[in-house]
Structures are given as structure tokens and as C-alpha cells.
């Protein structure tokens, strides 16, 4: 286990140990990562915490329910859990404010911390975002109804990725072993049964709390994206007064993985404007 590197440090948070990643320093960037099967903060973001973190301190967490941080015993998966979780692991990290880059799941939640908590929200990356509500796409209810295979991993990698290049039999394999490990599907299941558009329901902010959110928005999306569509950018952009938008063409539901150099970019320079404000 002390060679996995999607292991990182833990932290108390509340009654329970989170599992998280912290580099660089600087003004602080919250990572927030998305909610497919086996999912990690290190393999969302293996790819944007190096180049990040050259400029700022950037913090990547296993949200609860995910990853290697603890799963106490009934503990109830919502937005209301998820936002105490990320103000939790603030505080214990003595962090008043921070940045907020969210993927997909991760989208929603950060759009719920800015209008519930937007003193601790700096400026606000929203990429593949939930968080409004639109109709199931056949992709999500793939990704939320994954029964563990590695064909079935395979499959949900295709969706997920425009550019199938990408999407090798290693990758599938280790996703695969990560959504089998001990406690990991069982806490996978309990998050979106069937029927799934009730979740999309659970994790969306309403609208005019979307528009009251003050803060410098950008929003990033695949034009391709099967999973979440490219509608919902455009709500949000035309939602939040203070947005620009951003639409990677040949590019699915991994903006920071399919354009990653141009990714890595955009956050950066988004969040460099902002000064130490």
C-alpha cells in the first residue's frame, strides 16, 4: 500500500480519517473529483496536481464514500454529507478559502458550496458539471449502475473518453481493481440505485441560488460528452452573471485527461488572475 500513489496523507475530518493530497503552495485550489466506479482523487487528477501545483498549493480528497478515506458506519451519501465533508477537511487544514475545481459529481458539489458557503469559495472551475437537473443520459446511468467486470469497465471507459486511444486494457484493469477492493462496491451501490434520475434531482442547486452566485465561474466542457451534456454548461454559463465557458471540441467527459496541457493552462491562468484574493 505505501507504493499506491493514490494514497496520500490522512487527516481527521469529523469521525473519520480522509485520504488526501496536498502539493505546492501558494493560494489554495480544492480538487473535487467526479463519481465514477473505482474512482480516486489521484486518478481524476494524476494528471492536473503536478502542473498545478508549480503555482499554487492544491488540495485533492477522496470525498467520502470514495477512494481510501474512511467509510463510517451509516453514514448517509448526499449533498448535505459531501458539503460538510469539504468544510470539514478545510478547517482541519486551517483553510479559510479556497479555489474550487469540480468534475461532474464533484461540479455539483462545488456549486453547492458556493451558494451555501461562498466566504470558504474563491473563484469556481466547473468542468462536466451536475448540479442542475436534466434528463439521465444513457451514459450516466451506465456509470451509476456499474457492476464491477472488467468488461464492464471497459465499456464505461469508451463512454467516458472521446478520443478511445486513451482507454487501454491496463487502465481498464487497474479501474477495475480499484471498484473491487473491500467495502468499495457495496458503498458504490448504496450512492444511485435505480430508479437514477432522482439522483440528479438530489444534486442540483436551484437555479436562483445558481444565479446569485457572485463569484468568477469558468466552465469547461466536452463538446462529445456522453455522460453529462453539454447543455448543462450552457445553463450554467447563462445562469451565472460572472462565467465564461469554455467547450473542448473531440473530447468526451475528460477534459483534464483528453487536453490535458490545455487544461492545465486555462485553470491556471483562471486562477492566477485572481491574485491572492
Do not use: K
Amino acid at each position: 500500500m505505501a507504493d499506491n500513489p493514490e494514497i496520500g496523507q490522512p487527516v481527521r475530518t469529523g469521525g473519520f480519517r480522509t485520504n488526501y493530497h496536498d502539493l505546492g503552495s501558494g493560494h489554495r485550489v480544492l480538487l473535487i473529483h467526479g463519481s465514477g466506479p473505482g474512482v480516486t482523487a489521484w486518478a481524476n487528477w494524476r494528471l492536473v496536481l503536478p502542473a498545478l501545483s508549480e503555482r499554487f498549493r492544491v488540495i485533492a480528497p477522496d470525498m467520502v464514500g470514495f477512494g481510501y478515506t474512511e467509510r463510517p458506519d451509516g453514514v448517509v451519501y448526499n449533498l448535505d454529507t459531501w458539503c460538510r465533508h469539504a468544510l470539514d477537511l478545510m478547517d482541519a487544514l486551517e483553510i479559510e478559502r479556497a479555489h474550487l475545481v469540480g468534475n461532474s459529481f464533484g461540479g455539483a458539489l462545488a456549486l453547492a458550496l458556493a451558494t451555501r458557503h461562498p466566504e470558504r469559495v474563491g473563484r469556481l472551475v466547473l468542468m462536466g458539471s451536475a448540479g442542475v437537473e436534466f434528463e439521465l443520459t444513457p451514459g450516466l446511468d451506465a456509470v451509476w449502475g456499474y457492476t464491477p467486470s472488467v468488461e464492464n469497465m471497459r465499456e464505461l471507459l469508451d463512454i467516458f473518453a472521446a478520443d478511445r486511444s486513451l482507454v487501454t486494457d491496463e487502465l481498464a484493469q487497474m479501474r477495475y481493481q480499484a471498484s473491487v477492493r473491500p467495502g468499495v462496491q457495496e458503498a458504490y451501490a448504496a450512492m444511485f440505485p435505480a430508479p437514477r434520475q432522482r439522483w440528479i434531482q438530489a444534486l442540483a442547486t436551484p437555479e436562483d441560488d445558481i444565479r446569485g452566485i457572485d463569484r468568477e465561474t469558468l466552465v469547461i466542457h466536452g463538446r462529445d460528452d456522453q455522460v453529462i451534456p453539454l447543455d448543462n454548461a450552457l445553463r450554467l454559463h447563462g445562469l451565472i452573471e460572472r462565467s465564461q465557458l469554455h467547450v473542448f471540441g473531440r473530447c468526451g467527459h475528460w477534459a483534464q485527461i483528453e487536453h490535458n496541457a490545455r487544461f492545465n493552462r486555462l485553470i491556471s491562468d483562471f486562477f492566477a488572475e485572481a491574485g491572492t484574493s
